[in-house]
């Protein structure tokens, strides 16, 4: 065989075959994988042959065949590892784009039902429920603006606050 006799390696493959195959397979447990793995091994053999040393043939051949079985597992299974990674990595991605995507949505909609219902809001609350809850000023502030006391102020928020209660439904808002 190491002469490149043809007729010696079909009998390495008639008389070793399926004793590799079921080495292979033994560490494997796949028929697909085990049968191109046995392939592999069969040219492990002959491209190795300058180095076998004439003892125990079948111990150096079974050798080659768990060694190379067990190598093409761990390759599989890195690969795997990567690709459950990577799939991984995709779906956090996708659940990060699609969970902004989906909160710009609903703030934006939020945003134009808020703005919905102040246009409702009689225009004499209006004013002071913008600069309080929008614009974030104090009541001395949006007195000094509007120009009208701190108490009247105090006094429209609360009839604003009152009137929403009772005009905006909770529906409205989920």
């Known amino acids: 065989m190491a002469a490149g006799d043809r007729d010696a390696f079909r009998e390495l493959v008639d008389k070793y ?3 590799l195959f079921q080495s292979v397979f033994a560490v494997l447990r796949s028929t697909k994988d085990a049968e191109d793995v046995t392939q592999e091994v069969l040219l492990k053999i002959c491209s190795s042959l300058p180095q076998y040393q004439y003892q125990g043939f079948k111990t150096w051949i079974t050798r080659i065949a768990v060694n190379k079985a067990i190598d093409f597992r761990r390759a599989r ?3 795997k590892e990567q690709l459950t990674d990577q799939w991984e990595s995709l779906q956090h991605q996708d659940n ?4 902004s995507l989906e909160a710009n949505v609903i703030s934006r909609e939020r945003r134009e039902q808020v703005r919905d219902q102040l246009e409702r809001l009689p225009e004499n609350y209006r004013d002071v429920v913008i600069a309080f809850y929008f614009e974030e000023k104090s009541y001395q502030q949006i007195a000094d603006e509007q120009k009208m006391a701190l108490k009247t102020v105090e006094s429209k928020l609360y009839r604003a606050k009152q009137y929403m209660r009772k005009h905006w439904k909770e529906e409205e808002w989920k």
């Open 77 to 79: 299974d890195r690969k």
């Open 17 to 19: 075959g399926r004793y």
């Open 96 to 99: 990060v784009q699609d969970n």
